[in-house]
T-cell receptor, first 109, second 113 residues
Framework: GIQVEQSPPDLILQEGANSTLRCNFS?????LQWFHQNPWGQLINLFYIPSGTKQNGRLSATTVATERYSLLYISSSQTTDSGVYFCAVQETGANNLFFGTGTRLTVIP | KAGVTQTPRYLIKTRGQQVTLSCSPISGHRSVSWYQQTPGQGLQFLFEYFSETQRNKGNFPGRFSGRQFSNSRSEMNVSTLELGDSALYLC????????????FGQGTRLTVV
């Protein structure tokens, strides 16, 4: 299967700071999603972004499929942004996702 | 529109027992996938069903099985439970046949003692 690497594994930020999370993948993909896992374990959809750039409030994401990476930007971070962020990709012709190991973000007041 | 519903939310079982978990996808979604999350192995794909047919299977032993019903609801079964099966089991639903956005349920946390 496709290998997915996320960096950094851990990130501690002061409230109000900006951050960039990176996701690299080993093969061509037809879908890439970013998720935030809440404290109860549910994966919350952030972006469905096979290519290009999308923005949603303080969050934005960019995927460069030809170079096999995606970036998640968090601006003006808040304590509620804390948690684990996952990147996941799909191979062509399938719905199953290959997940990275996640970035654990801690935002301190 | 209701989201993905997984039941039960929490479960405690004894080694050697079997367990069945349920997942109701978003209305109109025909694909259901199952994932296991453990601290050591992260999020791993178990299997995917589309229109009652298993299309993809991850690298798990035969003790892990599943099925999908005509209303797209899915169940997964784990037989002869082992301590290492303790995990968060997540179900995802997608609308289309492939490469469509996945939406996850709240998960079932299984503890094997």
């Amino acid at each position: 299967g496709i290998q997915v690497e996320q960096s950094p594994p851990d990130l501690i930020l002061q409230e109000g700071a900006n951050s960039t999370l990176r996701c690299n993948f080993s093969d061509s993909v037809n879908n890439l999603q970013w998720f935030h896992q809440n404290p109860w374990g549910q994966l919350i959809n952030l972006f469905y972004i096979p290519s290009g750039t999308k923005q949603n409030g303080r969050l934005s994401a960019t995927t460069v499929a030809t170079e096999r990476y995606s970036l998640l930007y968090i601006s003006s971070s808040q304590t509620t942004d804390s948690g684990v962020y996952f990147c996941a990709v799909q191979e062509t012709g399938a719905n199953n996702l290959f997940f990275g190991t996640g970035t654990r973000l801690t935002v301190i007041p | 529109k209701a989201g993905v519903t997984q039941t039960p939310r929490y479960l405690i079982k004894t080694r050697g027992q079997q367990v069945t978990l349920s997942c109701s996808p978003i209305s109109g979604h025909r694909s259901v996938s199952w994932y296991q999350q453990t601290p050591g192995q992260g999020l791993q794909f178990l299997f995917e069903y589309f229109s009652e047919t298993q299309r993809n299977k991850g690298n798990f032993p035969g003790r892990f099985s599943g099925r999908q019903f005509s209303n797209s609801r899915s169940e997964m079964n784990v037989s002869t439970l082992e301590l290492g099966d303790s995990a968060l089991y997540l179900c995802a639903s997608s609308q289309g046949a492939w490469n469509t956005e996945a939406f996850f349920g709240q998960g079932t946390r299984l503890t094997v003692v």
